[in-house]
């Protein structure tokens, strides 16, 4: 057992979980990448820092969210009691202004002078646009053809913004060129940028970083989780692309008796290319800088990932994942496109919430689940609203009937 609480001993000064994470750059980026990660290590400490980023979450961000229990389809499972963080009332609908914010104070405070990100459903970018207008910063944001298409309405909510939506027509078209296409505009222009990494991935320090930004999605949990129920949640879901949303409220119950499922998407099936669950079937390897459990093809590359979630397609996943569920600290589940959709028409309908198809499969799990679990109860991160999905939706499943 290790003596200091987790969040204290995790990741080392070099950015490793167990021998997950780290650093794998040349040596020009490793020194940007020190320069970040010295930077924030000073400012985490700063009490200006913190009152600022305490006042934008209250204010701007509009949090705490609250948690709700979903009381209808607790009753419609028979089973376990079904809470949901909403992290889809945060301020632009998702989880990902938590960190946006936080890596744009950053930069103000190192002197830069613009954003650069990619971005799978557009919701990082539209949250890392709305950070650039909040503090007059420049913002370019790096997404692939398919999910232009796919995600049109948070394409035109980051040109509005003041963003620059630069498409990225090579490959897969997705979430994993456009991190390549990121990274490489953040190389020709490193001293007057920062490349704002949307999860929980890439070089150390960003896996702590965006960590430690999501973290309050897990303290207000607790708090009040505790506060409504009197005890802990039995099982805390989240679904899994990167891997913010998860490792946000998972930080706050890894030293707790809590069971801590991180949620897959498994596409169309487990067959080569039909799926991003680089947890379930992917190996050790490193992609973007950093080490981890990646999808590869028979060359050892990234493989081709498909899911129906833009926001989850891609083939690794935070190092940090890779390491808690080494260890058995965390436990990795499935959840196919029929499967998370079926949920997204069932929360619609039966409680008024429109998801996020990426966080339709950590409710599709709950809802799998929470039949077997009489008399226990189970808190879903809601990571995002479904607004962006509503016209993919329609034009492929119709109305749900
Ligand atoms: C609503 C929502 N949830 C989840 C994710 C997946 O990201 P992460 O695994 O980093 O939380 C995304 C990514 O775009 C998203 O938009």
């Known amino acids: 057992m290790q003596n200091k609480p987790y969040l204290k001993e995790f990741p080392n000064e070099e950015g490793f979980f167990g021998r997950f994470g780290g650093s794998f750059v040349d040596e020009k980026i490793k020194k940007a990448m020190q320069e970040i990660s010295d930077s924030y290590n000073l400012i985490a400490q700063n009490s200006d820092f913190i009152a600022e980023l305490r006042k934008i979450r209250e204010h701007f961000q509009g949090r705490p969210t609250p948690i709700y229990f979903a009381h209808n389809l607790t009753k419609a499972c028979g089973g376990a009691g079904i809470y949901l963080k909403r992290e889809d009332l945060n301020h632009t609908g998702a989880h990902k202004l938590n960190h946006c914010m936080g890596e744009a104070l950053l930069a103000k405070f190192m002197g830069k002078k613009k954003l650069i990100a990619e971005t799978g459903a557009g919701q990082h970018g539209v949250a890392l646009a709305t950070a650039a207008a909040y503090f007059g910063l420049e913002c370019e944001i790096y997404m692939g053809e398919v999910d232009i298409l796919k995600e049109h ?16 027509t090579h490959g897969a078209k997705t979430l994993k060129e456009a991190v390549d296409s990121a990274f490489e505009a953040y190389l ?177 799990y709950a809802l799998k689940i929470a039949p077997h679990l009489k008399g226990r109860k189970i808190l879903v991160n809601l990571s995002g609203r479904g607004d962006k999905d509503l016209d993919f939706i329609v034009e492929k499943y119709g109305y749900g009937e």
């Open 153 to 168: 309405p948070n394409v035109v909510r980051m040109k509005i913004l003041g963003a620059k939506v630069i498409p990225v």
């Open 188 to 364: 020709k222009d490193m001293e007057n940028s920062i490349y704002a990494i949307g999860s929980v991935v890439g070089p150390h320090p960003f896996p702590k970083m965006v960590r430690d930004f999501q973290a309050i999605v897990g303290i207000e949990s607790k708090e009040q989780f505790l506060k409504m129920s009197g005890e802990l949640p039995d099982v805390v879901v989240a679904c899994v692309g990167g891997g913010s949303n998860a490792m946000g409220i998972f930080s706050a119950f890894v030293d707790d008796p809590v069971e801590l499922v991180g949620v897959e998407p498994l596409g169309k099936g487990n067959g080569f290319g039909e799926h991003a669950a680089s947890l379930s079937y992917g190996e050790e390897g490193i992609m973007h800088g950093f080490n981890s459990i990646m999808l590869k093809d028979d060359g050892g590359n990234p493989a081709p990932v498909y899911s129906v979630a833009s926001g989850l397609d891609y083939p690794s996943v935070g190092p940090e994942h890779a390491y808690l569920h080494s260890i058995g600290r965390t436990k990795v589940a499935t959840i196919s496109d029929e499967e998370a959709i079926e949920a997204f028409f069932k929360l619609s309908r039966q409680e008024g919430i429109i998801p996020a198809i990426e966080s339709s499969h950590a409710l599709a």
